[in-house]
Structures are given as structure tokens and as C-alpha cells.
């Protein structure tokens, strides 16, 4: 069975604290891996999308890293706007299309 | 305007009422989604279609059914609710085996 674990499940930063989330996952197969993030009581806002092992994407303060087990978001120097809860999900080769979501990691920058 | 829209934002019913959500999207993509999400159980897919004459089940599809009326416009119906439907609903949408974007959600409530 596809399977996406997140970690931390909560993660609080000082603004200026670096630091990274994690996004292990057991697949058939891999197509893609997404992150997005999501403000409470809203949607989730992509943003990244990772094909291959070695892949990096970056956005401000936002990195994201691939290898074949696992994904990290690195958060450089975040400020307090970077709250969010966090999502990371996998498109599988194997079975009906669809995105299998981890549960998410709630992060909280203090100022 | 945002891409994908979802009405009602927020609906509050009663166990044994028929309700419908409904998603309307200006993206031009073929591909539609619904979601729920409950806390610490993550995302979960109801239903997706890939066209108006392609509709399938996704891992929770029992109590739920849903319309594509257009490309435009996926609906999501409970016949008859109850409490454990409780939840946030997201409707989103993809081109290809692409990122998915996602609506604002409708928090729904059946007491």
C-alpha cells in the first residue's frame, strides 16, 4: 500500500531559524512528488512539484530536495507570514490515479 | 477572480438532508477532484473525473455522489447526510497527470 509519513507532525521556529520537513513515502511507483502548503480553512497552495531523485525547486525561502525515499522542504530564515501547515503528496504509477497526502506538518514561526 | 471556486463556502444541515456542493473552475482543465479532509486523518479522495463522460470512485466513495455537468462544473451530492460527513470539502482540478489546484473548500456540518 502507497504510503506518505510527514515529520514533524508540529515544528515552532524563532523567525530567523532555519530548518527542514520531512516526507518519506512508500510507493509502487513514483510520478511526482507536490508540496503545497495550507492556511487554516483553506485550500492547499502548491508549490512545488519533484519528478526525480536529485531534483531541487526553490521559492523564496522554500527548498525542496528529492531522493528516492524521501523529500525535504529547508526553510531558510523564516519569518513569521511562513505558518502553515505543510503537504506533501505522492502521484503512484501503480493503481487508480490519484495523490496520496501525508497528514501534514504545522509549522509555527514565532517573531 | 479565483480559478476554482466552490459554493457554498460553509453549509450547516441536518442528519437525513440532501445536500450538494458544487466546483466551478476557469482553468480549462479536463480534470476534476473531490476531497475531504478531516483532522489527523490528512486529505482523502471521494471522486475524480477525467472528462464529462468519465466519472470513478476514489477511496471513500460510499454515501457520496457527484455530477459533471461541463468541464467547467463538478458537484458533489450527500443524499441523505450524517454526522460523520462532518468535514472540510475541497474540489480540485488538474491538467494531465499534473499538479492538482485546489478550490477554497466548504466547511460542512451535519448535526
Known amino acids: 500500500e502507497d504510503q506518505v509519513t510527514q515529520s514533524p507532525e508540529a515544528l515552532r521556529l524563532q523567525e530567523g531559524e532555519s530548518s527542514s520537513l520531512n516526507c518519506s513515502y512508500t510507493v509502487s511507483g513514483l510520478r511526482g512528488l507536490f508540496w503545497y502548503r495550507q492556511d487554516p480553512g483553506k485550500g492547499p497552495e502548491f508549490l512545488f512539484t519533484?519528478?526525480?531523485a536529485g531534483e531541487e525547486k526553490e521559492k523564496e525561502r522554500l527548498k525542496a530536495t528529492l531522493t528516492k525515499k524521501e523529500s525535504f522542504l529547508h526553510i531558510t530564515a523564516p519569518k513569521p507570514e511562513d505558518s502553515a501547515t505543510y503537504l506533501c503528496?505522492?502521484?503512484?504509477?501503480?493503481?487508480?490515479?490519484?495523490?496520496?497526502f501525508g497528514k501534514g506538518t504545522k509549522l509555527t514561526v514565532n517573531p | 477572480d479565483a480559478d476554482v471556486t466552490q459554493t457554498p463556502r460553509n453549509r450547516i444541515t441536518k442528519t437525513g438532508k440532501r445536500i450538494m456542493l458544487e466546483c466551478s473552475q476557469t482553468?480549462?482543465?479536463?480534470?476534476m477532484y473531490w476531497y475531504r479532509q478531516d483532522p489527523g486523518l490528512g486529505l482523502r479522495l471521494i471522486y475524480y473525473s477525467f472528462d464529462v463522460k468519465d466519472i470513478n470512485k476514489g477511496e471513500i466513495s460510499d454515501g457520496y455522489s457527484v455530477s459533471r455537468q461541463a468541464q467547467a462544473k463538478f458537484s458533489l451530492s450527500l443524499e441523505s447526510a450524517i454526522p460523520n460527513q462532518t468535514a472540510l470539502y475541497f474540489c480540485a482540478t488538474a491538467k494531465f497527470t499534473d499538479t492538482q489546484y485546489f478550490g477554497p473548500g466548504t466547511r460542512l456540518t451535519v448535526l
Open positions: 519533484l519528478y526525480s
Open positions: 482553468k480549462g482543465h479536463d480534470r
Open positions: 503528496a505522492v502521484f503512484t504509477q501503480g493503481g487508480s490515479e490519484k495523490l496520496v
